[in-house]
């Protein structure tokens, strides 16, 4: 599977932004899919994950109730909606893509990952 990661951009301090990551290749409902970001000078860090239908996901403490992991497996698309964004989630997103056979499989390392998007870069400025 290829992944294209879109919609990174530069806002304020408080502001939204929606992440979309498009699929192509495969079947998009085979897999796990995560959101991952790295800042400068930092290793890549975890933020969500969802499981292949869509039923459950698992956030970083740091975004949760922030932000929003979803897929639309119809379209291909795993989605990660960012609300009330701070300076400190200023970094490099990647989408991530693992095949399972597992419906209620999640994985939070990126080790576990096989298949990486591009990135698309977020930065919040105070």
């Known amino acids: 599977v290829q992944l294209q990661a879109s919609g990174g951009g530069l806002v304020q301090d408080g502001d939204s932004l929606r992440l979309s990551c498009a699929a192509s290749g495969g079947t998009f409902s085979d897999y796990v899919m995560g959101w991952f970001r790295q800042a400068p000078g930092k290793e890549r860090e975890f933020v969500a994950t969802?499981?292949?239908?869509?039923?459950?996901?698992v956030y970083e403490d740091s975004v949760k109730g922030r932000f929003t992991i979803s897929r639309d497996n119809a379209k291909k698309t795993v989605y990660l909606q960012m609300k009330t964004l701070k300076p400190e989630d200023t970094a490099v997103y990647y989408c991530a893509a693992e095949p399972t056979a597992y419906v209620r499989k999640m994985f939070r390392e990126a080790r576990d990952y096989s298949y990486w998007g591009q990135g698309t870069q977020v930065t919040v400025s105070s």
């Open positions: 969802i499981t292949r239908g869509g039923g459950s996901t």
